[in-house]
Each structure stands twice: as structure tokens, then as C-alpha cells.
Antibody, heavy 118, light 109 residues
């Protein structure tokens, strides 16, 4: 069965960077786009971008360009999302999601809570 | 790259139907037949309910249906049940980006 398992919660200081991992299993990792979506406490879903594991190609939301980097390691079927220059309003639950077709996010990771606090 | 517009809340009694709207522009909702809907219960990752405007993944009850007219997509839930109480988000492809709606809180009275 398809599973996306994310790394554990992180606490970071303002200005630092965080790298969240998303390990895929139960399917061919290189076949599907992985999207990253975040949710601030009590707020809605916000799309951050995607990575295509087959080629490593990426596309980032304008809001995060210059601060986000999405990578992958196909040898261990894992995608990564690194966000730099963290601010307090980056405190959120970060999800990875597998795209089956066109924004058909049928599988999600469990979420990784990133807290930014001095 | 703007968020799609959804009502903040809707409500209905068990057995009734409710419709949640999702308004975008000709660059996103109106431009592509790629709108999906997600249900989210507190503390749990979102669950796909509708994709490609009106398709239902296996396991999703046929009480859930999706449609689109112009720049507005809609999710209709018929025969409301207590377990339908949750937040619902629409999502649209827009070429080089993807937009989510702000979310709608559904209360089953």
C-alpha cells in the first residue's frame, strides 16, 4: 500500500533553515510528482510547490521562491523540502502529497510540525 | 497566484444537502478541468474526495459530487451525516501553480 512517512517535528530559531523528509513506499517513487503543502495553526492549506522525482525538476510557488528548495534521493525513495530564512509565520504543519494525475492528491504524509521561535 | 474563494462556513441538518462553492478566475478554475476537493477532520491529513472536477476516488460515497460552471466549482454533499462535519478545501490547477481555497467549515446541525 502507498505510504508517505515524514520526518519528525522541528523547532528552529528565526533565520535558520529546516529540511523535512518524505519517504515513499508501495509504489514506484519516480512515477509521480510530490507536492508540498503547509497549514499554519488554525489556517487553511497553502501550496508550496512540487518536485518530479524522475528528473528532479521543480516548480515553486512565487511566495516561496528564493527560500525553498525541493530535492529527492531516488535511491531511498525520499523527497525533501528545505525552507530557509525562517520567520515566526513559517510555523506550520508541512505535508507532502503524491499527485496521481493532475492535482489528484490521493496520498498524504502525516505532516511535520515546524515551530519557529526565538 | 491568489487563493480561491470559498464561504467560511456552511451548515445543514442530517439528511439534507449542502453545496460549497469555490470561485477562481479564468486562469485557474475556469481554464482547466482540474479541480479537486479535500475533506479534513481536526488533526488529520486532508482526504481526497473529488478530482478532475467531478470524479470520485474509490471508497468515497456517492453522496459527494462535484461540478463546475465558468470560474466556479462546487462540491455538493447530499444526505448529510454527522461524520461529514469537517473542513473542506477546493484546489485548482493553474498552469505553473496550484491554488487552494481558504476552506469551508461544514457543521451538521
Amino acid at each position: 500500500q502507498v505510504q508517505l512517512v515524514q520526518s519528525g517535528a522541528e523547532v528552529k530559531k528565526p533565520g535558520a533553515s529546516v529540511k523535512v523528509s518524505c519517504k515513499a513506499s508501495g509504489y514506484t517513487f519516480t512515477d509521480n510528482y510530490i507536492h508540498w503543502v503547509r497549514q499554519a495553526p488554525g489556517q487553511g492549506l497553502e501550496w508550496m510547490g512540487w518536485i518530479y522525482p524522475n528528473t528532479g525538476g521543480t516548480n515553486y510557488a512565487q511566495k516561496f521562491q528564493g527560500r525553498v528548495t525541493m530535492t529527492r534521493d531516488t535511491s531511498i525513495s525520499t523527497a525533501y523540502m528545505e525552507l530557509s530564512s525562517l520567520k515566526s509565520d513559517d510555523t506550520a504543519l508541512y505535508y507532502c502529497a503524491r499527485d496521481t494525475s493532475m492535482i489528484e492528491f490521493g496520498y498524504w504524509g502525516q505532516g511535520t510540525l515546524v515551530t519557529v521561535s526565538s | 497566484q491568489s487563493a480561491l474563494t470559498q464561504p467560511r462556513s456552511v451548515s445543514g441538518s442530517p439528511g439534507q444537502s449542502v453545496t460549497i462553492s469555490c470561485t477562481g478566475t479564468s486562469s485557474d478554475v475556469g481554464g482547466y478541468n482540474y479541480v479537486s476537493w479535500y475533506q479534513q477532520h481536526p488533526g488529520i491529513a486532508p482526504k481526497l474526495m473529488i478530482y478532475d472536477v467531478s470524479k470520485r476516488p474509490s471508497g468515497v460515497p456517492d453522496r459527494f459530487s462535484g461540478s463546475k460552471s465558468g470560474n466556479t466549482a462546487s462540491l455538493t454533499i447530499s444526505g448529510l451525516q454527522a461524520e461529514d462535519e469537517a473542513d473542506y478545501y477546493c484546489c485548482s490547477y493553474a498552469g505553473d501553480y496550484t491554488s487552494f481555497g481558504g476552506g469551508t467549515s461544514l457543521t451538521v446541525l
